[in-house]
Protein backbone atom coordinates (compact mmCIF):
# COMPACT_ATOMS: atom_id res chain seq x y z
CA UNK A 1 0.00 0.00 0.00
CA UNK A 2 1.53 3.60 -1.25
CA UNK A 3 0.02 6.71 0.57
CA UNK A 4 -0.12 9.96 -1.13
CA UNK A 5 -0.11 13.31 1.23
CA UNK A 6 -1.95 16.00 0.20
CA UNK A 7 -4.03 19.16 1.58
CA UNK A 8 -0.89 21.59 2.45
CA UNK A 9 -0.06 25.20 1.77
CA UNK A 10 0.51 28.78 2.64
CA UNK A 11 -2.07 29.86 4.84
CA UNK A 12 -2.48 32.93 7.58
CA UNK A 13 -2.23 32.33 11.39
CA UNK A 14 -5.57 31.64 12.74
CA UNK A 15 -6.61 29.73 9.32
CA UNK A 16 -7.78 26.15 8.79
CA UNK A 17 -6.74 23.75 6.48
CA UNK A 18 -6.78 20.05 5.92
CA UNK A 19 -4.90 17.19 5.07
CA UNK A 20 -5.46 14.47 3.66
CA UNK A 21 -3.84 10.93 3.36
CA UNK A 22 -5.04 8.64 0.29
CA UNK A 23 -3.91 5.21 0.57
CA UNK A 24 -3.50 2.99 -3.10
CA UNK A 25 -5.11 0.08 -0.98
CA UNK A 26 -7.74 -1.01 1.54
CA UNK A 27 -6.77 0.89 5.24
CA UNK A 28 -9.14 -1.87 7.11
CA UNK A 29 -6.10 -3.74 8.01
CA UNK A 30 -4.11 -1.10 9.27
CA UNK A 31 -3.57 -1.12 12.89
CA UNK A 32 -3.06 2.70 13.41
CA UNK A 33 -2.69 5.62 11.38
CA UNK A 34 -0.54 8.72 12.19
CA UNK A 35 0.48 12.15 11.13
CA UNK A 36 4.07 13.22 12.09
CA UNK A 37 5.56 17.11 10.79
CA UNK A 38 9.26 18.26 10.88
CA UNK A 39 10.01 21.46 10.61
CA UNK A 40 13.42 22.96 9.15
CA UNK A 41 15.92 22.26 11.41
CA UNK A 42 13.86 19.98 13.76
CA UNK A 43 13.40 16.40 14.03
CA UNK A 44 10.29 14.88 13.35
CA UNK A 45 7.56 14.34 15.79
CA UNK A 46 4.14 12.72 16.21
CA UNK A 47 1.43 14.80 15.61
CA UNK A 48 -1.42 12.28 15.68
CA UNK A 49 -2.43 9.04 16.05
CA UNK A 50 -5.88 6.90 15.01
CA UNK A 51 -6.54 3.21 15.73
CA UNK A 52 -8.44 0.94 14.11
CA UNK A 53 -10.90 0.85 16.98
CA UNK A 54 -11.14 4.70 16.09
CA UNK A 55 -8.88 5.79 19.30
CA UNK A 56 -7.17 9.21 18.58
CA UNK A 57 -4.31 10.57 20.58
CA UNK A 58 -2.71 14.00 20.29
CA UNK A 59 0.52 15.84 20.71
CA UNK A 60 0.28 18.49 23.56
CA UNK A 61 1.29 21.10 21.35
CA UNK A 62 -2.36 20.59 18.56
CA UNK A 63 -4.59 19.37 21.44
CA UNK A 64 -7.60 20.67 20.94
CA UNK A 65 -7.03 22.44 17.48
CA UNK A 66 -6.36 19.48 15.17
CA UNK A 67 -8.33 16.49 14.42
CA UNK A 68 -7.31 13.32 13.08
CA UNK A 69 -9.73 10.87 11.14
CA UNK A 70 -10.30 7.82 8.72
CA UNK A 71 -12.54 7.07 6.25
CA UNK A 72 -12.05 3.13 5.43
CA UNK A 73 -14.49 3.27 2.46
CA UNK A 74 -12.27 5.90 0.90
CA UNK A 75 -8.89 4.29 2.17
CA UNK A 76 -8.15 8.29 3.24
CA UNK A 77 -6.61 9.55 6.54
CA UNK A 78 -7.08 13.21 7.60
CA UNK A 79 -5.90 16.09 9.69
CA UNK A 80 -7.82 18.76 9.80
CA UNK A 81 -5.95 21.67 11.68
CA UNK A 82 -7.47 24.59 13.17
CA UNK A 83 -6.24 28.05 14.34
CA UNK A 84 -2.77 27.16 12.80
CA UNK A 85 0.52 28.88 14.40
CA UNK A 86 3.26 30.00 12.87
CA UNK A 87 5.07 27.10 14.92
CA UNK A 88 2.42 25.01 12.77
CA UNK A 89 5.04 25.54 9.57
CA UNK A 90 6.45 21.83 9.00
CA UNK A 91 6.08 19.38 6.37
CA UNK A 92 3.72 16.71 7.37
CA UNK A 93 3.98 12.96 6.67
CA UNK A 94 1.39 10.13 6.91
CA UNK A 95 1.93 7.03 8.47
CA UNK A 96 0.50 3.77 8.39
CA UNK A 97 1.49 0.86 10.49
CA UNK A 98 0.21 -2.85 10.23
CA UNK A 99 2.26 -4.22 12.80
CA UNK A 100 5.83 -3.97 14.34
CA UNK A 101 7.22 -5.54 11.54
CA UNK A 102 5.28 -3.44 8.78
CA UNK A 103 4.75 0.14 8.05
CA UNK A 104 4.71 2.56 5.37
CA UNK A 105 5.59 6.24 4.81
CA UNK A 106 3.71 8.83 2.75
CA UNK A 107 5.77 11.72 0.99
CA UNK A 108 5.46 14.77 2.84
CA UNK A 109 3.30 17.94 2.38
CA UNK A 110 4.20 21.53 3.49
CA UNK A 111 2.50 23.61 5.42
CA UNK A 112 3.28 27.18 6.30
CA UNK A 113 1.58 29.51 8.39
CA UNK A 114 2.68 32.93 8.00
CA UNK A 115 1.03 36.30 7.24
Known amino acids: VQLQASGGGLVQPGGSLRLSCAAS????????MHWYRQAPGKERELVAT???????DYGDSVKGRFTISRDNTKSTLYLQMNSLRPEDTAVYYC??????????WGQGTLVTVSS
Open 50 to 56: ITTTGST
Open 95 to 104: KAVWSVWRSS
Open 25 to 32: GSIFSINS
